[in-house]
C-alpha cells in the first residue's frame, strides 16, 4: 500500500510536469505571443507592426509616401514625391514638402549641373528644415537627371531650362491642392548651373502670366548663370529683386556684384565649397543653411 500511493505521487506530478512544457512550448512558437520579463505584454505582431505606418523609404534615407501622378490633391503637410510636365512635355520629378497650414511662402530648390548631380543635393534635413520654418518647399530634379525625363544639356544650354522652372512655379501654385502657395512669396534657389534656369526665367520666361520671383538665392553663381541672358541686360530689373549669393572665397565672380544692389547680398565662405556641396552636415551647412532661412524669412516670410 505504501508502495502504491508513492507510485501514483510520481505519476501524477509527471503529468502535471508534461502539460506545463506543452504550454511554453505552443506559447513560444507564436510570433505574437513572446514574453518580455515575465510578464503578460505581448510583443507587436508583424500584423500590427506593417499597419503602423504606411510610408515608404526614400532614396535619400528620408521617409516618403508613395508617389502620386502629376501632383493629385495633397493634403497638407503631407511629404510626396510628385510629377508634372513642362511647357515642351518633358515630364519631371520633384520631392513636394506642402506646407502643414497657411504658408509664408514658397522655395523652389534646383540643383547642380545635370546629369551628374540631381534633387538629392538638397538633403532631407535642409528641406526639413525649410518646412518647419513655415515654407513649401519642391526640389526639382531637372530635365536630364535623376527621375526626370529629357535632355541634360538643355537644362542650362538654351531656353529650354526656364521651361523646368516654369513648371515647378506653375505647380506650387496650382489651386488643385488643399494648400496652395501665394504667388506673391516665391523664392528660388539654384546651384552652380541651377543658377542659369533661375535666372532665365526671373528675366525671360515664356509664360508672362506666372508671377516674378520675391527672392532669389544663387549658391555659386558663374559666368554660366549669364548663359542665356546678361544681368547687364536686365539691370534695372535685377536691382530691385532681393538677391541672395552664396559663394567660396575660390570663385570669384560674385565679387563684382558686391555694389550693384542694396537689394542684394553676397555671403563669402572661406573654405568653402562649390554649390549644394556645402550641405556636409557640418560647419559649412551650420553656415549656409541658416543664411537661406534667413533670406527666406526676410523677403517671403512676413
Same mark, same amino acid.
Given at each position: ?5 508513492i507510485? @501514483? ?33 505581448k ?16 532614396k535619400?534615407? *528620408?521617409?516618403?509616401?508613395l508617389?502620386?501622378?502629376? *501632383? ?14 513642362? @511647357? ?5 520629378t520633384?520631392?513636394?514638402?506642402? #506646407? ?20 538629392? %543635393?538638397? #538633403? ?19 530635365? *536630364?537627371?535623376?527621375?526626370?525625363? %529629357? @535632355? ?33 512669396? +516665391?523664392?528660388?534657389v ?5 543658377? @542659369? ?47 541672395l549669393?552664396?559663394? #567660396? ?29 556645402n ?20 523677403? +517671403? *516670410?512676413?
Amino acid at each position: 500500500m505504501k508502495y502504491f500511493l508513492i507510485f @501514483t505521487l510520481l505519476f501524477l506530478t509527471n503529468c502535471k510536469t508534461d502539460s506545463e512544457a506543452k504550454s511554453n512550448e505552443d506559447a513560444s512558437s507564436d510570433p505574437d505571443l513572446s514574453v518580455k520579463d515575465g510578464s503578460n505584454q505581448k510583443d507587436l505582431s508583424k500584423k500590427d507592426q506593417s499597419s503602423k505606418t504606411d510610408m515608404k523609404i526614400g532614396k535619400d534615407g *528620408g521617409e516618403k509616401d508613395l508617389p502620386s501622378t502629376d *501632383g493629385g490633391n495633397q493634403d497638407c503637410g503631407k511629404v510626396d514625391v510628385v510629377q508634372f510636365s513642362t @511647357t515642351d512635355g518633358v515630364k519631371l520629378t520633384a520631392d513636394y514638402h506642402p #506646407p502643414a497650414a497657411t504658408a509664408k511662402g514658397a522655395v523652389i530648390l534646383f540643383h547642380m549641373i545635370p546629369p551628374s548631380n540631381n534633387r538629392k %543635393g538638397y #538633403p532631407l534635413r535642409v528641406r526639413e528644415a525649410f518646412s518647419k520654418a513655415g515654407y513649401a518647399v519642391l526640389n526639382v530634379d531637372r530635365r *536630364g537627371a535623376g527621375e526626370s525625363e %529629357g @535632355t541634360a544639356k538643355d537644362a542650362y544650354s538654351g531656353p529650354k531650362g526656364r521651361f523646368d522652372v516654369e513648371a515647378a512655379v506653375k505647380f506650387v501654385l496650382s489651386t488643385d491642392r488643399k494648400c496652395a502657395s501665394n504667388p506673391q512669396k +516665391i523664392m528660388l534657389v539654384g546651384a552652380s548651373n541651377g543658377t @542659369t534656369s533661375v535666372m532665365d526665367y526671373t528675366t525671360g520666361r515664356d509664360d508672362k502670366s506666372l508671377p516674378d520671383p520675391k527672392a532669389v538665392a544663387w549658391l555659386s553663381p558663374g559666368s554660366y548663370t549669364e548663359g542665356q541672358n546678361k544681368i547687364a541686360d536686365h539691370k534695372a530689373q535685377l536691382q530691385a529683386l532681393s538677391l541672395l549669393i552664396v559663394h #567660396p572665397s575660390g570663385e570669384p565672380y560674385a565679387n563684382a556684384f558686391k555694389n550693384f544692389s542694396e537689394n542684394w547680398k553676397i555671403i563669402t565662405l572661406d573654405k568653402g565649397r562649390h554649390g549644394t556641396n556645402n550641405f556636409d552636415g557640418g560647419k559649412l551647412e551650420d553656415l549656409i543653411l541658416p543664411a537661406l532661412i534667413n533670406w527666406a524669412d526676410k523677403t +517671403i *516670410g512676413d
